[in-house]
């Protein structure tokens, strides 16, 4: 599929050129890079007015991918330049959540501090807040790196990535009673039995059992979060095999999307994921009613990306 322009709405009083790849009811994928959207002003209209930027960069690791990831100091250069212009796009107590994977020392058995560094001068850069940093856990991930772990059998697998959230201010928009998980067993006992042990702890702190006894609904989250992609891919590696087109290497878990997307923004707010890959963003808020636009270079992964919503009746 090729790119073509077209003259679109995308906001209140502007009218602008983009490559539009498609749209649905409560959004809009364009084809292009990011730098191409910011330098053609394709997203002006949502400078101070994105509830949410929610994405997923091409990680640093130490060989070059199709999907476009760069290596080493060119990487933390990259993420850094873009950095105080995604900013621009924050509401006041918008949301930035960025997650970014592992790298290893090329040829070494040993891990890189890049994606380390990339935070530290994002943040920087981008003159953000740090508000919380989270662990995702994909237990269904295969072994690797393939030659430590696999081969010579020296590392164990990697199998998680740090996602970091980040605001214009130290007071975002957030509500984690969004996210409440479904109570342990033990806690429905003891929500049940009216039963807890209360008192001074060792620590010296009083717990009083009024404050365990209650039933919010359900629990309150931690920051690590774990997750399987696996099912969520059937129909799109389908529709990717029917079109003789290779899916996309880096598929985002849903329930990562899901999960900030309900902590951090309401029904109607806006969400942009800036790469966008096969578009596990746009799908998962607009399952959510959230208004979204995401941006995807390669035209494949944008054709390919509309399976992602068969689900919700569109085509």
Known sequence: MGRSAAAVQLGPGSLVEAYIGY?????????GTVEEALDNRWLDT???RTDLIFTSPPFPLSRPKRYGNKTGDEYVEWLTGLAPRLAKLLAPKGSLVIEIGNAWEPGKPIMSTLSLEALLAFLKSSGLQLCQQFICHNSARLPGPAQWVN??????????????????????????????????????RLLRTKRYNAGTRPSG???????????????????????????????????????????HPARMQPGLAEFFIKFLTDERDLVLDPFAGSNTTGAVAESLKRRWVAIEPEADYVRTSRARFANLGLK
């Open 46 to 48: 949502y400078k101070g």
């Open 205 to 247: 702190h009083f717990i009083g059992a009024e404050t365990f006894l209650t039933d919010n609904g359900g629990a309150i989250p931690s920051s690590v979060l774990q997750y399987s992609n696996t099912w969520w891919n059937a129909d799109y590696i389908q529709h990717c095999k029917k079109l003789k087109v290779k899916p």
């Open 23 to 31: 749209e649905t009811p409560h959004g809009r994928m364009l084809c």
């Open 151 to 188: 081969v010579e059998r020296i590392r164990v697998k990697d199998s998680y990535t740090h996602v970091w959230w980040m605001a214009k201010t130290d007071r975002p928009k957030a509500n984690n009673k969004n996210v409440l998980t479904p109570y342990s067993p033990e806690m429905k």
